[in-house]
């Protein structure tokens, strides 16, 4: 059995980022144990303005793509038919409103940082580390509930749904710790030319963009990790 790293820098309010995550669970899945991966999220902000005004989302993106809002529409609903596929909820996706999601990056470093024995997960055994527990809650309230991710409280109930602790997550919250690391991380990533997120970096040398098919995603990863073994 071979084990991989894999980086996946990606943004809360991504719903590719989500897709390419489920994704990669079924190309695993498809792989049958051969590879495991030791996954760390990274972090990446679609809307890094702290100042942002929510507003929603359809508009949002319209005035972005530069794209009229039925178009805009069609996709966000295949988008949705996508997840469901998939067994993401995102009932909430036409109603969500856009916002910043950097406290929600900072959160995601204190759960990773706090719960060091379990930072990262073995896909292929489907154990889930802290981490990414808490992404997924924060997928959860984003696109299933439109839930305003940048409110603390919606961030701490996202915190409980992972089964982490509130308390501390809370004093996170008040401070400005982890500010320094995303900031960092971001950077550090922005400089290396990834740009558009879902990025799959593999053992911090190979890069995969996007939310590619499971099997695309599986056949690459078996190249990896053959190219690895011989290393």
Known sequence: MTRLRIDLVSDIACPWCAIGYARLQQALQSLHGAIEVDLHWRAFELNPDP?????????????????????????????????????????????????????????????????????????????????????????????????????HDVLLRCVEAAGLDTDAAAQVLKSTQFADEVRAEEAAYQQAGISSVPAFVINQRYLISGAQEPAQLAQTLKQIAAEAAGA
């Not at 319209?62 to 609903?77: F, I, L």
């Not at 596929?85 to 940082?113: I, V």
């Not at 719960?115 to 889930?128: D, F, I, N």
């Not at 527990?133 to 305003?148: C, D, T």
Request: charged letters at 15%; glycine letters at 4%.
């Open 51 to 151: 100042a942002l005004v929510p507003e929603p989302i359809l508009p949002a993106l319209c005035r972005k793509y530069g794209v009229p809002e039925a178009q805009m529409q069609q996709s966000q609903q295949m988008l949705m038919q996508l997840a469901a596929g998939l067994g993401l909820n995102f009932s909430g996706m036409e109603q969500r409103l856009t916002c910043n999601t950097f406290d929600a990056h900072r959160l995601l470093k204190w759960a990773a940082a706090t719960y060091p024995a379990a930072s990262a997960q073995t896909l292929s055994a489907q154990s889930v580390s802290a981490q990414t527990a808490l992404k997924l809650a924060l997928f959860e309230a984003y696109f299933g509930r439109a839930e305003q991710i940048s409110e």
